[in-house]
T-cell receptor
Framework: EAQVTQNPRYLITVTGKKLTVTCSQN?????MSWYRQDPGLGLRQIYY???????DKGDVPEGYKVSRKEKRNFPLILESPSPNQTSLYFC????????????FGQGTRLTVV | AQSVTQLGSHVSVSEGALVLLRCNYS??????LFWYVQYPNQGLQLLLK??????LVKGINGFEAEFKKSETSFHLTKPSAHMSDAAEYFC???????????FGKGTMLLVSP
């Protein structure tokens, strides 16, 4: 089954404690991206990757890092989380770019206290 | 930069009534336009996509959308609402290089018996 898998689904952490949210896709997609969803703001892109070792900033990259060492994985790293990063995070992948259908993970609800 | 505006954060309809969710876009070039749906506690799922092949686009679950260049609109409709249509709906547009997908703020569709 084609899918994008995020882990964990829920996470509560404390300010400043480094964390990683993993994302993996099994469709051999070249393009992957991370979004955060906040009430009243919709989804905003954090980072994206057009292929292995190629990443770029989206609209709200501050406080986040990513890496793309393998085609299937695209982890999101928060080196020093702060309460304003409390949000619902989605990973997405597409075959080539965002003009093709995007497949989304189930989401990771992060709370930073 | 591309942007989309969704009119109405919440739309309420009765079961069997017409569903109309509004989306206006701003784009300097012919865009790729999408409607995605998010059911509770799930990721986003593609409903339909406009690619300039036809102005009336049919999607899954009986939804369709009409691209109107003169009005810069891409409204989503369904002739008869079903309880299972209750979800949040997002209109989205790609950037010219297809590297990003810009979402509207979303419209929550509420369906009453």
């Amino acid at each position: 089954e084609a899918q994008v898998t995020q882990n964990p689904r829920y996470l509560i952490t404390v300010t400043g404690k480094k964390l990683t949210v993993t994302c993996s896709q099994n469709m051999n997609h070249e393009y992957m991206s991370w979004y955060r969803q906040d009430p009243g703001l919709g989804l905003r892109q954090i980072y994206y990757s057009m292929n292995v070792e190629v990443t770029d900033k989206g609209d709200v990259p501050e406080g986040y890092k990513v890496s793309r060492k393998e085609k299937r994985n695209f982890p999101l790293i928060l080196e020093s989380p702060s309460p304003n990063q409390t949000s619902l995070y989605f990973c997405a992948s597409t075959d080539r770019g965002m003009n093709t259908e995007a497949f989304f993970g189930q989401g990771t609800r992060l709370t930073v206290v | 930069a591309q942007s989309v505006t969704q009119l109405g954060s919440h739309v309420s309809v009765s079961e069997g009534a017409l569903v109309l969710l509004r989306c206006n876009y701003s784009s300097s070039v012919p865009p790729y336009l999408f409607w995605y749906v998010q059911y509770p506690n799930q990721g986003l799922q593609l409903l339909l996509k406009y690619t300039s092949a036809a102005t009336l686009v049919k999607g899954i679950n009986g939804f369709e959308a009409e691209f109107k260049k003169s009005e810069t609109s891409f409204h989503l409709t369904k002739p008869s609402a079903h309880m299972s249509d209750a979800a949040e709906y997002f209109c989205a547009v790609t950037s010219s290089g297809y590297s990003t997908l810009t979402f509207g703020k979303g419209t929550m569709l509420l369906v009453s018996p």
